[in-house]
């Protein structure tokens, strides 16, 4: 079945430093593709997303590629904050409507 | 953006009591309503799928006569705990979507259960 598989954290990073966090994805059809952020003590927000091959979401500084050629949409910044301290999900939806999340990595910036 | 509300944010209960907890749709109409549990550092877990008017849809492993959902309007959805025992205890979230086949899920922001 459909799966996406996320780098595990947690993930540590200096202010102005550069990030990238890895999603792969296994599915059939042609999903689309979600970046969600969950700061601390707070519900999911929709980060990105981007709904077909090709297509480039961003917000926030934040950008993902849907890369069909290798299952992938790897959530990159240029340079990370404090405030940007939060667990970062990436998920998968397909034709039934349901989300299909990774497991979810912790960023921890440092001042 | 579209919000979604969740109340209560946070509830303590005795085991063996119900709990119920409410997910509205501020300013869009949600036709489909979805039920997560997140477990500590883990991810989400789809409990269930809600349509306007109709039967929630569970998935495996998800006892139905435990986690009742009611979805009797466009903007409510409701998920009860029958019963609770302290293994229920978690952080129960709610998305909604409209209509549209492009519609992106928009999450409340939670309900944290404890059982004691």
């Known amino acids: 079945g459909d799966s996406v598989t996320q780098m595990e954290g947690p993930v540590t990073l200096s202010e102005e430093a550069c990030l990238t966090i890895n999603c792969t994805y296994t599915a059939t059809g042609y999903p689309s593709l979600f970046w969600y952020v969950q700061y601390p003590g707070e519900g999911l927000q929709l980060l990105l997303k981007?709904?077909?091959?090709?297509d480039k979401g961003s917000n926030k500084g934040f950008e993902a590629t849907y890369r069909k050629e290798t299952t992938s949409f790897h959530l990159e910044k240029g340079s990370v904050q404090v405030s940007d301290s939060a667990v970062y999900f990436c998920a998968l939806g397909g034709a039934t409507n349901k989300l299909i999340f990774g497991t979810g990595t912790l960023l921890a910036v440092q001042p | 953006g579209a919000v979604v509300s969740q109340h209560p944010s946070r509830v303590i209960c005795k085991s063996g009591t119900s709990v119920k907890i409410e997910c509205r749709s501020l300013d869009f109409q949600a036709t489909t309503m979805f039920w997560y549990r997140q477990f500590p550092k883990k991810s989400l877990m789809l409990m269930a799928t809600s349509n306007e008017g109709s039967k929630a849809t569970y998935e495996q492993g998800v006892e139905k006569d435990k986690f009742l959902i009611n979805h009797a309007s466009l903007t409510l959805s409701t998920l009860t705990v029958t019963s609770a025992h302290p293994e229920d205890s978690s952080f129960y979230i709610c998305?909604?979507?409209?209509?549209?086949?492009?519609?992106?899920?928009?999450f409340g922001p939670g309900t944290r259960l404890t059982v004691l």
């Open positions: 981007a709904t077909k091959a090709d």
């Open positions: 998305s909604a979507k409209g209509d549209r086949e492009e519609d992106t899920q928009y």
